[in-house]
């Protein structure tokens, strides 16, 4: 928060007290959507390259994120709903964050591959409004999941992957009310839109026309809408702490009437029709908390811990339109996949310090855990514990706002050489550059 905006929130608080080897060619398919809803619906799974998004603004990221209680700018209703309770007038940030994913994958033969680097590029868009004393309206519109991989189109693994592209819009409507003796409280509505774009290799045959880089190929898609809701709590029984809490629900995803388009050469064309298929899954709970310090105005700590259930991802099952052929009169309709996935949890640390009346600087740390088992560990999903350093700076001159920070995300070397059943054995060893820039005005409204 910014010097101004402590200052009017200090005249606002005398109001009121505030506050987972590719399968067999009868399976290609099964294996493949699996690994597509993985990558489209899996927070986690999106997060193994870094882009589980969370960076949805310069002035929260420089934090690293730890903004539960923090009510900077609009953008903190990510993290939780009620810090708009304690934002004046009219506010608006647009944010755009850029991945830069590295990393090396190294088979239990010795075999290095690197992935092609590709800049990815996230926007985000939030506003606020004080309309009363005691109701504040808000709404974002960001990207919360996000996943681009690129392999090279010969590696040894191009049977799970080449290339890989989630893109999901999350449209967040928020209301809250307060600050009633420094307590707030938030509601809002998720509407999430989620599209899969994905080509892999399949090692069968000789290579069909087109493709004599690749060889056999398929190209997997599909889009589908999911809605929840959110809810937030805020309390500050002083001006030195703020106390913060934030919930968001599960989403049921489905799927019906995503694509799988094969090209194969004889004679195993027959086994891979081009057809339609369906599969759903819900999404976890997320949970938030957070406490902001003030030792003094113009300097701020918190300290947020975070937990996402993702224990109830154990398993997939989707079915196939037309099914693939296991013998000349018997095809497989329905797939079934364990996934075995576990709850994950976050510690964040950040700090704020206005040094000046018009430039801030920011630094933050995150310990980030991994879910997904050994055992189903790939290269389209190459996740592993994190930990992710941040630094920033802000600026804001006569209402303008501006923010810009850069977090390192460093992925512990993972090693699946020794573990049975895993699809590629191998090492992974993985960094994301993440840079974010926002812009923002507060128009002094005076509420109704």
Known sequence: MDLHHRRLRRRALKKETTMHTFLRSRCALAALVVLAFALVFAPRAA?????FVQEVSGGGMGQAGAVVAGAGSPSSMFQNAANIGFLPGLQTELTLTTYIPTGTFTSAAGTSTDVRVVPIYVPHLFSSWRATDWLAVGAGVFVDFGLAIHWPYDWEGRHIVIDSGLTSYTVNPNIAFGPFAGFVIAAGFDAKYGAVDIKRGLTLGQPPAGELDVGNTVHLGGDTWGFGGNIGLMYQPADWVRLGAAYRSTIKMSIDGGRADFTVAEPFAPRFPDQDFSATIVLPHLISTGVRFWPMETLSLELDFWATLWSSYDK????????????????????????NYEDFFQVRLGTE???????AGRLGIMLDGNVVPDKTLDPMLPDGHRINTTIGFGTEWSGFFADLAYMLVAVLPRDTSGVEGNPIPGKYEFFTHVVSVSAGYRFDIAPL
């Open 316 to 339: 997939l099952k989707f079915k196939f339109s037309e099914g693939l052929a296991e013998g000349p009169d018997k095809r497989i309709m329905e797939q079934t996949e364990e996934k």
């Open 353 to 359: 310090w206005w040094f000046h009346k018009h430039f």
């Open 47 to 51: 997060l193994a390259n870094g882009f």
